[in-house]
């Protein structure tokens, strides 16, 4: 499914993710660090992304980065990139099945 869209990922550094994670559930070092454990490696959710959201700071910080993750993808598609999206590839499909459809009809009618 990558190869057809543009996966985002949010990153935190493990130590602000720790930290975060310890008030939020009052849990203490040891189990928000076995929860950690638990979850996919930055360097893995970072290789697995086209866009990467940083959530290291603030949240007007985060608010921030997002604003600019959403202009950048919802922005009209360049030409390249449309015809290499799905609907680029369904428009092609579309007219090779209707100009196919009008030489095999067209040549009946004489």
């Known amino acids: 499914m990558d190869k057809w869209t543009r996966p985002i990922n949010v990153v935190v550094d493990p130590e602000t993710q720790l930290q975060r994670l310890m008030a939020r559930d009052s ?15 930055l360097n893995l959710k970072r290789s697995k992304a086209d866009i990467l959201i940083a959530n290291n700071g603030l949240l007007d910080e985060l608010n921030e980065e997002f604003r600019k993750v959403l202009f950048e993808v919802s922005r009209p598609l360049t030409w390249t990139e449309f015809w290499l999206s799905r609907q680029g590839a369904l428009f092609v499909l579309v ?14 009618d004489l």
Do not use: D, G
């Open 95 to 108: 007219s090779i099945i209707v100009v196919f459809y009008r030489k095999i009809f067209s040549s009946h």
């Open 27 to 41: 849990s203490s070092e040891e189990e928000a660090q076995s929860r950690n454990n638990n979850q996919m490696s």
